[in-house]
Each structure stands twice: as C-alpha cells, then as structure tokens.
C-alpha cells in the first residue's frame, strides 16, 4: 500500500508582513464585522484611520488567529479572548527576560 502524500499550504507570518482588511478576514476565514469588533476591543491596533486603510501587521495577524483559537478552544467571548491572549503574551515576555538573564548569569541555555 502507497502511502498518501498531502500538501501543505499556508502563509509565513513575520513583522514585515502587511495585510489589508480584506486579507486579513480571508487569511483568518472570520468578517469583516468581526475584523471591527476586534479592533473596537483592543485586540488589534491597525495603521489607518477608516477600515478601508486599515493595514495590519504580520504580528496582527498572528495575534488575530490566536485570540480565535482561544475563542474557540476555551469557549470564550471576545473579551475573554483578548484577556486571555494579553495574559499568554506577557509570561512569553517574562519568559524571554528569565532566559536572557539565565544566559548573562551563565545558567542554563
């Protein structure tokens, strides 16, 4: 029996990536409303005054997928989503601190 072979598609996400509103809901499969909402809660900061120049980061993009994992993983509303994703965001930084002091201090790697 030959095993089956599937292809993998998906998108690099880095801080020098743009996206554009219409991106945005198309790469995270989710509305333009929800986009707004999102925005409206402070889960994500685009450049731009009105939605139709709204330019997010490859960074917004990562974070928008994240809170929608939440949401959906934890049954959270939006809110709790975005609490929940600034929470996760802070112990990584914190974590990042304790390993760059570790490595000064010559501790672990």
């Known amino acids: 029996m ?3 072979i599937r292809g993998v598609q998906g998108v690099v996400l880095d801080e020098g990536l743009e996206v554009t509103l219409k991106e945005m809901t198309r790469l995270c499969g989710i509305s ?4 707004r909402l999102m925005v409206s809660e402070g889960l994500l900061h685009p450049r731009g005054r009105r ?10 993009l990562r974070r928008a997928r994240r809170a929608l994992r939440l949401q959906r ?13 600034e929470l996760i965001e802070e112990i990584e930084a914190l974590r ?6 570790e490595y000064q201090l ?4």
């Open 51 to 60: 939605p139709e120049d709204w330019c997010f980061s490859g960074l917004e």
């Open 73 to 85: 993983d934890l049954d959270l509303d939006l809110a709790g989503a975005a609490l929940a994703l």
């Open 106 to 109: 010559g501790g672990r790697d």
């Open 32 to 35: 333009d409303r929800l986009v």
């Open 2 to 4: 030959k095993p089956t």
């Open 96 to 101: 990042a601190r304790i390993r760059a002091l």
